[in-house]
């Protein structure tokens, strides 16, 4: 298959360049604005690279006339430019691989559904947390739990901390209108697996809700769960800040910890295989997480009421 990517010099495009080397196709072209891309040495030397997207567009139009167009474009780029992305990779008749989260908006999915009947092509979501090995045996028992006692409420600790510095709130990260904000930009794939398990939402309460840190009640079909999202290095645990680390990711149900630290290394190689085979996850399967981030990115914030992660009143305290 011919593949190209937009995005290639992001922080993530080396998963895609590896995806796509370790499935035995071809990256053909690569556009990003910056020209950091070494990396691509390591993969695919003889792509062909633009900085002006206007060449890009020009290029592929080009290969798809000459009759050896592209199968798949890859999109790496930030968040507010999925949608645009995606539209372009549909026009020039490819199908699309996209990193999370798909768009912003959910109505931008309704667009891209009549966009994909109207090409016949398919758009597909990295969703890599549906692949890992923990998170598959966490589904399928609480699957069966479920079909024993399908009225359950399991007990839910979600607490994701990932330190990021200056820089973050410099970039296109820190501007809620491109990236969506702390639940969007590293939350997505957690509330996809999170809906994905337990059902879907009930209600949505947001304690706290500003530029590095989130915090909430969600109530699902089958669960209660209590989520804390940071890129605050301050609110890491002692414990964590004594062994130098700047990541802290644990989900607990009913008190037992889920421990799923290990094997994200070759999801992105995995999710290609997945697609080519027929079985990536398309375009609806993203929809309910979409509508979740966006209902969370304009909620009312209701500060420490009721039910809340013990996280968010570090949060709240440490400003007073």
């Excluded at 780029?77 to 699309?96: E, K, W």
């Excluded at 981030?293 to 570090?314: Q, S």
Aim: aromatic letters at 10%; charged letters at 25%; hydrophobic letters at 40%.
């Amino acid at each position: 298959m011919n593949f190209g990517i937009v995005g290639v010099a992001g922080y993530i495009a080396p998963r895609h360049l590896q995806a796509i080397k370790e499935t035995k196709n071809n990256l053909i072209c690569a556009f990003d604005p910056n020209d950091c891309v070494g990396i691509m040495d390591s993969y695919f030397p003889n792509a062909d690279f633009f900085t002006e997207f206007e060449r890009f567009d020009r290029h592929v139009d080009k290969l798809r006339r000459a009759g050896n167009g592209l199968d798949y474009i890859s999109i790496c780029s930030p968040n507010y430019l999925h949608d645009s992305h995606i539209r372009f990779g549909l026009r020039s008749g490819t199908n699309v691989i996209c990193e999370k989260p798909l768009v912003l908006n959910p109505w931008n999915i309704d667009a891209l559904e009549i966009m994909q009947q109207e090409t016949g092509k398919k758009v597909y979501n990295v969703l890599q947390l549906r692949l890992h090995p923990s998170i598959v045996r966490l589904k399928n028992t609480i699957t069966n739990i479920l079909q024993k006692q399908p009225d359950k409420v399991f007990e839910v600790d979600l607490t994701y901390i990932t330190s990021r510095g200056k820089w973050y709130f410099i970039s296109w990260k820190g501007d809620i209108a491109k990236s969506g904000g702390i639940a969007t930009n590293i939350g997505i794939h957690f509330f996809d697996m999170l809906l994905w398990i337990f059902g879907g939402v009930k209600e949505n309460i947001v304690n706290i809700l500003n530029a590095n840190s989130a915090g909430g009640i969600l109530s699902l079909n089958n669960a209660r769960v209590r989520w804390f999202l940071s890129v605050d290095n301050t609110n890491l645990p002692k414990e964590i800040l004594e062994q130098n680390q700047r990541t802290f990711r644990v989900i607990c149900i009913d008190g037992k910890e889920i421990e799923f630290s290990e094997g994200f290394t070759d999801l992105h190689t995995q999710s290609y295989e997945e697609i080519l085979r027929g079985n990536g996850f398309e375009l609806g399967v993203a929809r309910d997480s979409i509508e979740l981030v966006h209902k969370i990115r304009n909620a009312e914030v209701v500060g420490l009421k009721g039910e809340y992660h013990p996280f968010c009143k570090k949060v709240l305290t440490s400003k007073q």
